[in-house]
Nanobody, 119 residues
């Protein structure tokens, strides 16, 4: 079994920064794609950023130039650096990872971390 735990969320003023972390633990042979999603109240969950095993990245247009996704394979951890935050970035942020747990590659989700951008 594999667990993903997000941290780093909180309340920040517009224009501020936060760094989210997603730590994987458990029976891990390899971690492939890692993605950050977010879900605002009354809206569908959307893909924010993704990073492959070879560290290729992609972003939704609304966060390009402001957010940076990265990963530390030695720590089984991914990060989302969020700068120049806007009120519309307010949401619960979820980490999703494709993990080879030594049996099969499966999709795992974290429990989410709240990000609130408000003055």
């Amino acid at each position: 079994q594999v667990q993903l735990v997000e941290s780093g969320g909180g309340l920040v003023q517009p224009g501020g920064s936060l760094r989210l972390s997603c730590a994987a633990s458990g029976s891990i042979r390899s971690i492939y794609n890692i993605s950050w999603y977010r879900q605002a109240p009354g809206k569908q969950r959307e893909l924010v950023a993704g990073i492959t095993g070879s560290s290729s990245t992609k972003y939704v247009d609304s966060v390009k130039g402001r957010f940076t996704i990265s990963r530390d394979n030695a720590k089984n951890t991914a990060y989302l650096q969020m700068n120049s935050l806007k009120s519309e970035d307010t949401a619960v942020y979820y980490c999703r990872a494709v993990v080879d747990d030594s049996v099969v590659a499966r999709v795992y989700w974290g429990q989410g971390t709240q990000v609130t951008v408000s003055s």
